[in-house]
């Protein structure tokens, strides 16, 4: 298994400029997220997906979309990207369920500056 | 809602020394609590989680952590530090019984190891 794959692992965008991170992960799970870690913040949830075809916002979902069409892929979408969204960028999955314990599992990070 | 609170964004100590780590919560329900490490430019490795089992919590690496409810904390400790512990560590924590896969995590705390 690869588990949680993500790329590209660094971008540097102008301002104004659009682009997706792609996050994919070969472990069936249902339940991914979006994460961005900045500097004395820790890590904050962009956006979530509790299966193919079902996504929420999380606590900065502002600025960026998206979508789950697949199990597998969960792409984030920057339409109009912003200095303030330069970050590292984190996609992890997880089963779902509201009962026990589920861990999430890490991709490695997309760093992310925007000019 | 939920929070965490890590004191001390940057804790140094030497090697060979006790590593003592601090993390507080806040939770209107029973918690789970989780200590993630990340070296430097990878993603987040699981050290140990509290699902409501035993308090004293033992991890990868001889890491531990105990839930004290009294306190609200969460602590984690290694009796004696190696250089290869060099990380930033972040404190997390997501509703029991609920769904785990939100996780809200503290600002991280960057440990220094000094020889």
Redesign the interface.
């Known amino acids: 298994n690869a588990g949680?794959t993500q790329t590209p692992k660094f971008q540097v965008l102008k301002t104004g400029q659009s682009m997706t991170l792609q996050c994919a992960q070969d472990m069936n799970h249902e339940?991914m997220?979006w994460?961005r870690q900045d500097p004395?913040?820790?890590?904050?949830?962009i956006h979530?997906s509790?299966g193919a075809g079902i996504t929420d916002q999380?606590e900065v979902p502002n600025g960026y979309n998206v979508s789950r069409s697949t199990t597998e892929d969960f792409p984030l979408r920057l339409l109009s990207a912003a200095p303030s969204q330069t970050s590292v960028y984190?996609c992890a999955s997880?089963t779902?369920?509201?009962?026990?314990?589920?861990?999430?599992f890490?991709?490695?990070?997309t760093r992310l500056t925007v000019l | 809602a939920q929070s965490v609170t890590q004191l001390g964004?940057h804790v140094s100590v030497s090697e060979g020394a006790l590593v003592l780590l601090r993390c507080n919560y806040s939770s209107s329900v029973p918690p789970?609590l989780f200590w993630y490490v990340q070296y430097p430019n990878?993603?987040?490795?699981?050290l140990l989680?509290y699902?409501s089992a035993a308090t004293l919590v033992k991890g990868i690496n001889g890491f531990e952590a105990e839930f004290k409810k009294s306190e609200t904390s969460f602590h984690l400790t290694k009796p004696s530090a190696h250089m290869s512990d060099a990380a930033e560590y972040?404190c997390?924590v997501s509703p029991y019984?609920?769904?785990?896969?939100?996780?809200?995590?503290?600002?991280?705390t960057l440990l220094a190891v000094q020889p």
Do not use: C, D, H, W
């Open positions: 949680v339940y997220s994460y004395g913040m820790g890590l904050r949830l979530y509790v999380g984190f997880s779902s369920g509201t009962s026990g314990y589920n861990e999430q890490f991709g490695p990070g | 964004s789970y990878q993603g987040l490795q699981l989680k699902t972040f997390a019984g609920g769904a785990t896969n939100k996780l809200i995590f503290g600002t991280g």
